[in-house]
């Protein structure tokens, strides 16, 4: 006789019914139409399947908290659809900014868990919102109880826990952030997405990894440097070639295939988001900025009136005029890069690697901006002049670069 541990439930039961899930659809052969998880809205059908294993992968008991806000979205997501206009104080394409914010709270809880298995999903989420323009608006720290800083910074957070499929997951999430059209990263939140993959390729947990930091800085620079360029989001962006990234310095860190994926994940990334119409966050000048002949004031003149408090007011021209939020970014973000060229090694620690590592990164991106600059960035003195204050001078020859540090 056969013992009840040897016979199959399924041959001890008429009928079962086999459950099939196949994207964000769940099936069943009792059900006439597929169910959505998450609801009809275009943020409900990214949102619903992470959150869902948000849930499956959460310990009960130390994130009931987290495990309490996803079951309660996706029981609102399942009565949210997109609104025929859409709000332009929301965040989310489709919903009213009250949904918004409570919709987007389980993510940025999971961001903030620090735990790898809650973490990707969210991330995984987020990427999808950025890339397909769902999420919109100015990200900044000076708005720090807007969602959308909320969720960067945590994204930026969670990058420190020290996981490597965390580590690529937050490299590809930061990177969506500024490819995305309808996002516009801005100020000291600019500066943080920069840091956090600065500090990844400094302190990645393999080459790999720091080869994908690396990449994404390079590329974070194209396109923040192309939009000032064009004072436009809608520009033409260029994907960085991370081989030649490679060339001079870092040979070491690849491992057999790691250009070959950085490369992909690069393009994959900066082509998630074309064909997304972007919103116009580029406002006129007061004056016409960057024009070379357009300064009354000489090339001598200029550079001994540049101080340090016109390096922290770097974004108003000598004319008294201000200029649009895209380009302030880029005079920023290229002058902080001057400065974190300029950091010197204490006199305990002379030969601090990663120092010397970090203002060799910050010169080469100096590189990439100026090889792939356009007259705004290149041949304007004034502007050069303002943001170096006459301490870090790049020169380039016919075959290579080459940098030359000055006090």
């Not at 006439?32 to 294993?53: E, H, I, N, Y």
Request: net charge negative.
């Amino acid at each position: 006789m056969a013992s009840i541990s040897s016979i199959s439930i399924s041959n001890a039961l008429p009928f079962q019914p086999t459950f099939h899930r196949s994207g964000s659809e769940i099936r069943s052969p009792l059900m006439s139409a597929p169910q959505t998880l998450g609801g009809p809205s275009r943020c409900g059908r990214v949102l619903g399947p992470s959150l869902d294993k948000i849930i499956k992968s959460a310990a009960w008991r130390k994130h009931s908290d987290i495990v309490s806000s996803c079951k309660s979205t996706l029981e609102k997501l399942e009565t949210l659809s997109d609104t025929a206009l859409p709000d332009p104080s929301s965040p989310l394409l489709g919903l009213p900014a009250s949904d918004a914010h409570s919709v987007l709270n389980p993510i940025v809880l999971a961001l903030a868990s620090n735990h790898a298995k809650l973490a990707e999903p969210a991330l995984e989420s987020v990427f999808k919102l950025f890339s397909l323009g769902v999420l919109r608006g100015e990200i900044d720290s000076n708005l720090p109880n807007s969602v959308l800083y909320k969720i960067v910074e945590s994204v930026c957070k969670v990058g420190g826990i020290g996981e490597e499929s965390v580590e690529l997951a937050v490299l590809r999430v930061l990177l969506s952030a500024v490819r995305c059209p309808c996002v516009l990263v801005r100020g000291d939140c600019l500066l943080q997405v920069i840091r956090t993959c600065y500090n990844l390729y400094l302190n990645g947990l393999n080459g790999t990894n720091q080869i994908c930091a690396k990449s994404v800085l390079a590329q974070i620079m194209l396109i923040v440097f192309a939009r000032a360029e064009e004072d436009s989001m809608d520009v033409s962006i260029k994907t960085v070639a991370v081989s030649e990234l490679l060339e001079f310095t870092d040979k070491n860190l690849n491992e057999g295939s790691s250009i070959f994926y950085c490369q992909n994940l690069i393009s994959e990334v900066v082509t998630a988001s074309e064909g997304v119409p972007d919103l116009k966050f580029s406002k006129p000048s007061t004056v016409p900025e960057l024009q070379n002949d357009e300064s009354n004031v000489s090339y001598e003149e200029k550079k001994d009136e540049v101080g340090e408090e016109e390096m922290k007011e770097g974004v108003e021209s000598s004319s008294g005029g201000h200029i649009s939020k895209i380009r302030e970014d880029g005079f920023y973000v290229f002058k902080n890069l001057c400065k974190l060229s300029m950091k010197f090694s204490s006199q305990g620690n002379p030969d601090d690697e990663i120092l010397l590592r970090g203002k060799t990164v910050s010169l080469e991106l100096l590189k990439v901006i100026m090889d792939n600059g356009g007259l705004v960035w290149r041949t304007n003195e004034r502007q050069v002049i303002i943001l170096c204050s006459r301490r870090i001078l790049i020169f380039y020859s016919l075959e290579r670069p080459t940098y030359i540090l000055c006090n």
